[in-house]
């Protein structure tokens, strides 16, 4: 269960003031226009921003002070996910230990999480040798040895083609149902998404204007919600 | 349709004539003093000397200066503080103060007569020593760890904001910082940085003449200055100018082969003011790091300021016509300087190493075997005294090139590489191209570059000593002139106009850099 309880941020003349809360296993989708706070409650969440007031609860614990590495959660940035210099293979293990002082075994978990993601055999190779879909792969695969009950993405798909955006989409779904992840992303869009998501938040001015499950939504969706679907 | 497929193309052009005056300024003088050199075979022992000293303290110098700028250059990227911008302004003081006033600085400081061997004498400690080797060390560190620093910084700063919140997100610590992003960045700027600053100190003159000196502690430079003026040994100054050369093309030739591409390619220019996910342990270093440098660097100051303050409103006329001869001098070598610059970043960006080769000349060849070569050529046609500010202005500019270049032509490629395409694509002019893509990039490193250039030039005390006999003096040789005729309130107060000449003009560019 993720609680985010009574959460208040104020940026210049931007004020954020969300509560909200999703169970876990369900995957929720952020949507909104520009400026709606989708990546201030995102910061939030995943610790990069404090919030003025209110608590950040994951799996029953406050997380509300935690540092980003200490929340249990794992987090695909929209661009950047890989260190240029890294083979494929060390970008994943990071996953495990961020100094790379990994064992056989450790490396053996490394290229299963890359199988996983379709990428088996990819280890040796550099991150500007991969198509824009095989390095946001990579970087799920990393997210995979992670192994934690939270997955946060920030427009992950939005640099993919249609056709990837549907696989990746997929790819992510399997994962998560697989492993009993709680998703939360930002989209600025929802096509492609369909099987993916199973909650949706639609923000605005930094406060949530529609919250609920998809399915109910698309069925019987409030206005604000019309040009999104 | 041809501007518009190579929008950079002209500007290339230019950019190799610029390569080509900066050959001729440098080379031409060089060929003169060659000339007039009669072989390594006249060096004496003392000269051999010299030549063993320089290398020992241009390598202790530059090595020293690069290792203290790690943990600095590291705090200051990584903390958002209030006085942060001023302390970064304030940290470039040394560097670009005039090099006699610096060390006047340092003496206050920790000379024999200085706050800290007053101190110890007040606990009955015996008074600091720092004539020889260890003052040398302690002036350069002092003049060059603010450069280490900006361009490690610059290093640092360029790493895109995603890699850093990522590496929070896996909880990097110090040592996995240090394998993934400090130790690439450094082996992609430290080689620079360190070559840079053992250039600096190997051409260093006015340090090695007053804490240096002697059989045990002379430098080249110093050597070809006494062999010139006191010897008036042409062939001898000749040829200890082409061994400086040597020493310095080397190196610089070295640079140019370790020169590693960028890193972290490009990000999406999204402005962290702080890093993320930082241990608390980690500020403790950090502010212990800040806080010994602040106090080092800016104490030589405070002490200049407290000496000169009083004496400032009594100076005589003919000092600040000095300061407005050396105003003037300095802006119309900054602007030459990062022209030039510009110009040859765009040549060097299809053939990097003969880019940083020829600039490398500019500071490789010393202001002082310019001047050398320059005063053979003209002695039979023009009176060096007519020439001595045009030439001044040029040969300053020159010598700033380097520093220039050293921030410029990585912005310049990595702007080409991310915006060139883009700028092709949209069809944009040659003119249009640089407008809108090239130069709002470029702001931050044309105004450092223009800030720097100018107040080396305004405390400048190399060429022009050597040409001018008159009436015509800038700052620095007036204060030299008022220091030799021990008019020492005069020359403190003449300290402090040069002080606020130099960081005024590098404070002007480069905020004005910063604004855009």
Not at chain 2, 226 to 246: E, H, I, K, T
Request: aromatic content about 6%.
């Amino acid at each position: 269960m993720i609680e985010l309880d009574g959460i208040e941020r104020r940026q210049g003349d931007f004020q954020l003031s969300v509560s909200l809360s999703l169970a876990a296993g369900r995957r929720l989708a952020l949507i909104g226009p520009s400026g709606a706070g989708k990546s201030t409650l995102l910061g939030v969440l995943t610790g990069f921003v404090q919030p003025d007031a209110g608590r950040v609860m994951i799996g029953g614990a406050d997380v509300t002070q935690a540092e980003v590495a200490d929340r249990p959660v794992s987090i695909l940035f929209q661009d950047g996910n890989l260190f240029p210099h890294l083979s494929v293979a060390q970008n994943v293990g990071l996953g495990q230990r961020p100094d790379l002082r990994l064992n056989a075994a450790d490396w053996a978990a490394v290229e299963e999480s890359l199988a996983q993601v379709g990428l088996a055999g990819f280890g040796p190779r550099r991150p500007a040798d991969l198509s824009g879909g095989q390095a946001a792969r990579v970087a799920l695969a990393r997210v995979l040895l992670q192994g934690k009950p939270v997955l946060v993405m920030d427009e992950p798909f939005a640099a993919l083609d249609p056709g990837l955006r549907v696989e990746m989409a997929g790819l992510v779904e399997a994962l998560c149902t697989d492993r009993a992840i709680t998703l939360i992303l930002v989209a600025h869009e929802l096509r492609g998404l369909d099987g993916l998501v199973t909650d949706l938040c639609l923000l605005a001015e930094g406060r949530v204007a529609a919250f609920g499950a998809a399915d109910t939504l698309r069925t019987d969706p409030p206005p604000a919600l019309l040009p999104w679907l | 349709m041809g501007r518009r497929a190579q929008p950079l193309r002209p500007a290339a052009r230019a950019g190799y004539a610029a390569l080509g005056l900066v050959a001729l300024v440098t080379l031409g003088p060089l060929f003169a003093v060659a000339l007039n050199a009669k072989g390594i075979g006249g060096l004496t022992a003392g000269d051999w000397a010299a030549i063993r000293f320089t290398l020992l303290q241009a390598t202790l110098s530059a090595g020293l200066s690069v290792a203290l700028a790690i943990p600095l250059a590291r705090a200051l990227a990584r903390r958002d503080f209030a006085l942060r911008g001023a302390l970064l302004t304030l940290m470039g003081a040394p560097f670009i103060l005039p090099v006699i006033v610096a060390v006047m600085g340092l003496l206050a400081i920790f000379g024999r007569a200085g706050v800290i061997s007053d101190g110890a004498a007040f606990l009955g400690l015996p008074r600091l020593e720092i004539f020889g080797l260890e003052g040398v060390l302690l002036a350069h560190v002092f003049l060059n760890l603010p450069l280490a620093v900006r361009l490690l910084l610059g290093g640092w700063q360029r790493v895109p904001a995603e890699r850093l919140r990522l590496a929070a997100a896996l909880g990097f610590d110090a040592r996995a910082m240090w394998l993934h992003f400090e130790r690439p960045l450094l082996r992609e700027i430290a080689p620079g940085a360190f070559a840079a600053i053992f250039l600096i100190c190997t051409t260093s003159f006015a340090v090695a003449l007053i804490l240096g000196g002697g059989p045990r502690a002379t430098t080249v430079e110093l050597a070809i200055y006494q062999a010139f003026r006191f010897d008036f040994d042409l062939a001898r100054a000749a040829a200890l100018g082409l061994v400086q050369v040597v020493i310095c093309l080397a190196a610089g030739l070295f640079v140019a082969r370790l020169a590693l591409p960028p890193v972290w390619g490009t990000g999406l220019d999204r402005a962290l003011p702080a890093w993320p996910g930082l241990r608390p342990v980690s500020r403790v270093v950090d502010v212990l790091a800040i806080g010994l440098a602040a106090a080092f660097l800016l104490a030589p100051l405070a002490a200049l300021i407290a000496r000169g303050a009083a004496d400032v409103l009594t100076l005589p006329a003919v000092v600040w016509e000095a300061a407005l001869r050396s105003l003037v001098l300095a802006v119309i070598s900054a602007l030459l300087a990062v022209l030039l610059a510009l110009l040859i970043s765009v040549a060097s960006l299809q053939r990097q190493a003969v880019g940083e080769a020829v600039s490398f000349l500019g500071i490789a060849v010393s202001p002082l075997v310019i001047g050398t070569g320059l005063f053979l050529i003209l002695r039979p046609y023009v009176g060096p005294e007519a020439l001595a500010l045009p030439v001044t202005g040029l040969v300053n500019a020159i010598v700033s090139l380097p520093f220039v270049l050293r921030g410029l032509r990585p912005a310049l490629a990595e702007a080409a590489a991310s915006q060139g395409r883009l700028a092709r694509a949209l069809g944009l002019s040659a003119w249009a191209t640089w407008r809108i893509a090239l130069l709002p990039r470029l702001a931050r490193p044309l105004g450092f570059g223009a800030g720097l250039a100018a107040a080396l030039s305004a405390g400048d005390l190399g060429v022009i000593a050597l040409f001018s006999l008159g009436d015509n003096a800038t700052l620095p040789l007036q204060m030299y002139r008022l220091m030799g005729s021990y008019r020492t309130d005069d020359a403190a107060g003449a300290a402090l106009v040069l002080i606020a000449l130099s960081l005024g003009l590098f404070w002007l560019f480069d905020r004005a850099g910063r604004r855009r």
